[in-house]
């Protein structure tokens, strides 16, 4: 069965230090990766994805992802936080194979940047 | 500009009544989705459609029903079935997925119920 786990509730960075997200995934075949933030009380924003290539790949704001096949894992990363960063981040996986389009979501990181 | 558009906002509901939360996009986007949003149990899929008159439940299906009569439209109806309505509902579109479209979601604003 397909799965996510975000294994950190909350990350706290000061403003201008780099943060890092973590996000592990369990999946059969080659995953299709996403980042997703929310904002309170917001739908959310896609915010980069990965299917196949290069294993570092660019979003929105500023953050990058890297995809370890090895560590089956997809962490979120940007060099200098800022405070309107803070939000709550998902990471969501998606088997290739077949075509539901269902993607299945972490449980969430709660970033807090401080300034 | 294209978006997708869920309404009511805020809502409240006594026990017992059957509410309906509507969901539209003009995306043109073929797969519509409802995921529930409880605090630390991040989304919860609940009903997906891949194409009009048909759809498919989710992992927590009980007490909630859908339609899919128009390809713009996805309402979802939380039934008095429904033990625990109170939440955020988000409603979410994509293309159908294959070739160049990897399934991205795009997601609406979201609904908050609570059940009084």
């Known amino acids: 069965a397909q799965s996510v786990a975000q294994p950190e509730d909350q990350v706290n960075v000061a403003e201008g230090n780099p943060l890092t997200v973590k996000c592990t995934y369990s999946v059969s075949g080659n995953p299709y990766l996403f980042w997703y933030v929310q904002y309170p009380n917001r739908g959310l924003q896609f915010l980069l994805k990965?299917?196949?290539?290069?294993?570092l790949v660019k979003g929105s704001y500023g953050f990058e992802a890297e995809f370890n096949k090895s560590q089956t894992s997809f962490h979120l990363k940007k060099p200098s936080a800022l405070v309107s960063d803070s939000a709550l981040y998902f990471c969501a996986v998606r088997a290739p194979s077949g075509n539901t389009g269902k993607l299945i979501f972490g449980q969430g990181t709660t970033l807090q940047v401080k300034p | 500009d294209g978006g997708i558009t869920q309404s009511p906002k805020y809502l409240f509901r006594k026990e017992g009544q059957n509410v309906t939360l509507s969901c539209e996009q003009n995306?043109?986007?073929?797969?519509m989705y409802w995921y529930r949003q409880d605090p630390g149990q991040g989304l919860r899929l609940i009903y997906y459609s891949q194409i009009v008159n048909d759809f498919q439940k989710g992992d927590i299906a009980e007490g909630y029903s859908v339609s899919r009569e128009k390809k713009e439209s996805f309402p979802l109806t939380v039934t008095s079935a429904q033990k625990n309505p109170t939440a955020f509902y988000l409603c979410?579109?994509?293309?159908?997925?294959?070739?160049?479209?990897?399934?991205?979601?795009?997601f609406g604003e979201g609904s908050r119920l609570t059940v009084l």
């Open positions: 979410a579109s994509s293309t159908r997925t294959g070739g160049a479209n990897t399934g991205e979601l795009f």
């Open positions: 995306l043109n986007h073929d797969a």
């Open positions: 990965y299917i196949t290539g290069d294993n």
